[in-house]
């Protein structure tokens, strides 16, 4: 059974860093790709980052270049998305997802909050 | 990079069929295949329902479908039930190398 599980969300200023974690199991971590997808309270979801399973290439939304980046650990299992410069409008519930292109399996999510 | 476009709001009666568009662009919607359809219940986490256009993931009722034409992917829910009741969003991947989502499209069972 596929699992993920995120961790690493919490209240920030703005300005500020966090890191997000997500913990994989019950499929082959390294072979596949993975990205993470916010939804702001009361709105949509949003596509943030991927991370191709092969050759680790990496990509990012407009919203978020510059700003934030994605990386995993295949010996942990572990995806992560490193955060900088956090705006108030990053708040939102943070999604680790596997896969790029279409993402299937969904984690519970993390609530990343940027406020003073 | 803006979202896919979709009705805000659609309703149907127990029973009835109900479809969802979900427009965008030659670089998205139009160029690939790469189409996906998710439910998402208050509170909870997107679940997938609809890959590649048209296709079911394993255990997904066959009361949900998909179907693509140009520039605008459709979700269609047959005999529909008061648990379908639920936001639903579209995908899809674009030439840019990322994805897109539609801003969602609230479905009310009445």
């Known amino acids: 059974e596929v699992q993920l599980l995120e961790s690493g969300g919490g209240l920030v200023q703005p300005g500020g860093s966090l890191r997000l974690s997500c913990a994989a199991s019950g499929f082959t971590f390294s072979s596949y790709s993975m990205s993470w997808v916010r939804q702001a309270p009361g709105k949509g979801l949003e596509w943030v980052s991927g991370?191709?399973?092969?050759?680790?290439?990496?990509y990012y939304a407009d919203s978020v270049k510059g700003r934030f980046t994605i990386s995993r650990d295949t010996s942990k299992n572990t995806l992560y998305l490193q955060m900088n410069n956090l705006r108030a409008e990053d708040t939102a519930v943070f999604y680790c997802?596997?896969?790029?292109?279409?993402?299937?399996?969904w984690g519970r999510g993390t609530l990343v909050t940027v406020s003073s | 990079q803006s979202a896919l476009t979709q009705p805000a709001s659609v309703s149907g009666s127990p029973g009835q069929s109900i479809t969802i568009s979900c427009t965008g662009t030659?670089?998205?919607?139009?160029?690939?295949?790469?189409v996906s359809w998710y439910q998402q219940h208050p509170g909870k986490a997107p679940k997938h329902m609809i890959s590649?256009?048209?296709k079911r993931p394993s255990g997904v009722s066959n009361r949900f479908s998909g179907s693509k034409s140009g520039n605008t992917a459709s979700l269609t829910i047959s005999g529909l039930q008061a648990e379908d009741e639920a936001h639903y969003y579209c995908s899809s991947y674009t030439s840019s190398s990322i994805v897109l989502f539609g801003g969602g499209t609230k479905l009310t069972v009445l």
């Open positions: 997802v596997k896969g790029r292109y279409q993402p299937d399996y």
């Open positions: 991370i191709d399973g092969g050759d680790g290439s990496t």
């Open positions: 590649d256009v048209s």
């Open positions: 030659s670089s998205d919607i139009g160029g690939y295949n790469y």
